[in-house]
């Protein structure tokens, strides 16, 4: 039987990568696209099952990419699934507003991504329904189900981290770069974007290598760091503490 495709609209091949693993065993090719562009691109080509839709991306925003795809008749057939690293709790209702079919939080969760996936493409004619809205912190529930694949083997993950690992690394040093900069009163608005944004990716990602921790101390960076307003005395130092929290937590590898 053929393979759905997904494709996934995501700047970040770190988690491009991630996500082909672990949807590969449960029925689903992956097809990646780094900017806006791409995605109509993609979708005028070989149009996916589905859309996972990263809302920070080079060259416009998610809900840009969603205005361009509900403007063509064809287009606007294919479900979306938003996905952001972003804690705003109003983005999942303003995702909804915008014609998103789901909304998931990132780091993603195989179990809850798979689940999600099948409940979109189950509202579609002629497929069986199955869960409708859902983003996390809703009631669904969902394991994976051992007669469709398991979860990718730890080796395979390791494989992804350490290939990915010079890149992860280099988005640590744009945040230290960021947080001596703000330590030494030097900071650029070009270095503080640069390492917001890095922290934001990091955020987003390493989750899913099993590094929760490091997730929270990315969004923590992120929120210091993208704080436009006066900042207090001891910002500059725990932004310094947090940093160092990071590097150890990469220097850990996956769990």
Request: proline share 7%; glycine share 8%.
């Amino acid at each position: 039987m053929a393979k759905d495709t997904i494709l996934v609209a995501d700047d970040d091949r770190v988690v491009v990568e991630l996500l082909s693993l672990w949807l590969d065993p449960h029925g689903f090719t992956v097809a990646g696209a780094a900017d806006g562009m791409q995605v109509i691109m993609a979708v005028r080509r070989a149009p996916p099952a589905a859309i996972l839709l990263d809302l920070m991306m080079p060259g416009g925003t998610g809900f840009d990419v969603m205005k361009r795809l509900h403007s063509n008749a064809a287009m606007q057939r294919i479900p979306v699934i938003v996905m952001s690293a972003s804690v705003d709790p109003e983005l999942p209702h303003t995702a909804r507003e915008a014609g998103a079919a789901a909304f998931l939080s990132k780091p993603l969760e195989q179990a809850e991504l798979v689940a999600t996936i099948r409940g979109v493409l189950g509202q579609q004619p002629g497929r069986p329904q199955e869960n409708r809205w859902e983003s996390r912190g809703s009631a669904m529930s969902s394991d994976v189900d051992s007669r469709d694949g398991t979860p990718p083997a730890p080796s395979s993950v390791a494989r992804i981290w350490a290939q990915s690992h010079d890149m992860i690394f280099e988005r640590l040093a744009a945040v230290e770069k960021a947080t001596n900069a703000l330590r030494r009163a030097t900071l650029t608005p070009e270095v503080r974007q640069k390492g917001v944004l890095e922290a934001h990716r990091l955020a987003g990602s390493l989750g899913m290598f099993g590094l929760a921790q490091g997730t929270q101390v990315a969004r923590e960076i992120e929120r210091l760091l993208g704080d436009q307003a006066v900042l207090a005395p001891e910002t500059p130092h725990r932004l310094m503490e947090l940093s160092a929290a990071l590097r150890k937590e990469l220097e850990k590898g996956p769990a």
